[in-house]
C-alpha cells in the first residue's frame, strides 16, 4: 500500500512536472512572438519614416531646381543690364531674357503659365509676355505660345524628339497669327 501511494505521487509529480515544462515552454513562446511582435511595429515606424524622409528629398529637390532656375535667369537678368546699360535698349534685354527662358525651358520642358514664368524669371507680367513672344521668335521649332480659357497664355516647349515627329499644318500658323495679335493688343 504504501508503494501503491509513492508510485501515485511519483506519477502525479511527474505529471505535474510536465504541465510546469509545458507552461514554462509556452510562456518562452508567447514571450518570443511578442518580442518579434514588437521588433515588426518598430521595423514598421522605421519604413514609414524612410517614406517621410524620400517624400522629403524629393520636395527640397524640386525646390533646390526651381532656386537655381531662378539663379539662373537672375544672373541673366543681372548680365543683359550690364550689357544695355549704354543705351538701355529694350531688344537686346529682351533677347537676353528670351535666351534665358529658352534654356531654362530646354532643362525642363512642359508648359508653363504666365504666372510661373513671371515667378521663375521674377519680371513683371508685361514684360514677361513680351519676353514670351520673343522666345518664340527666337526658337520657333521648339517654342509653342498659346492662349487658353479667359486669354490665360501658356508656353510650352517640346524637344527635338516631338518637333521631328510632328509636321507644321498651315491651320496652326493661322492660330499663331491670331494669338500673336490679341497678345499685342494685351501689351
Known amino acids: 500500500m504504501f508503494e501503491e501511494l509513492l508510485e501515485l505521487y511519483k506519477s502525479k509529480a511527474a505529471d505535474t512536472e510536465r504541465k510546469l515544462k509545458e507552461e514554462q ?23 514609414e519614416l524612410l517614406g517621410r524622409l524620400i517624400d522629403q528629398v524629393d520636395r527640397l529637390s524640386k525646390e533646390v531646381a526651381d532656386l537655381k532656375s531662378q539663379l539662373k535667369a537672375r544672373q541673366g537678368r543681372a548680365s543683359s543690364q550690364s550689357q544695355t546699360s ?37 519680371l ?29 497664355l501658356t508656353l510650352s516647349f517640346t524637344p527635338d524628339e516631338s518637333v521631328e515627329g510632328e509636321i507644321m499644318e498651315s491651320s496652326q500658323d493661322g492660330d499663331e497669327d491670331r494669338v500673336r495679335l490679341e497678345l499685342m493688343a494685351m501689351t
Do not use: C, F, W
Not at 509556452?26 to 519604413?47: C, G, N, T
Not at 533677347?95 to 530646354?106: G, V
Open 25 to 47: 515552454s509556452m510562456i518562452a513562446m508567447i514571450m518570443a512572438v511578442e518580442h518579434m511582435s514588437e521588433m515588426l511595429s518598430a521595423k514598421q515606424r522605421d519604413v
Open 124 to 152: 513683371n507680367k508685361t514684360t514677361v509676355i513680351s519676353v514670351m513672344k520673343r522666345a518664340v521668335d527666337l526658337d520657333p521649332r521648339h517654342i509653342k505660345l498659346t492662349q487658353g480659357k479667359r486669354r490665360k
Open 86 to 122: 549704354g543705351n538701355g535698349t529694350e531688344s537686346r534685354a529682351l533677347d537676353t531674357h528670351a535666351n534665358t527662358l529658352i534654356e531654362l525651358m530646354s532643362e525642363r520642358p512642359g508648359r508653363y503659365s504666365t504666372s510661373d514664368l513671371v515667378e521663375m524669371l521674377g
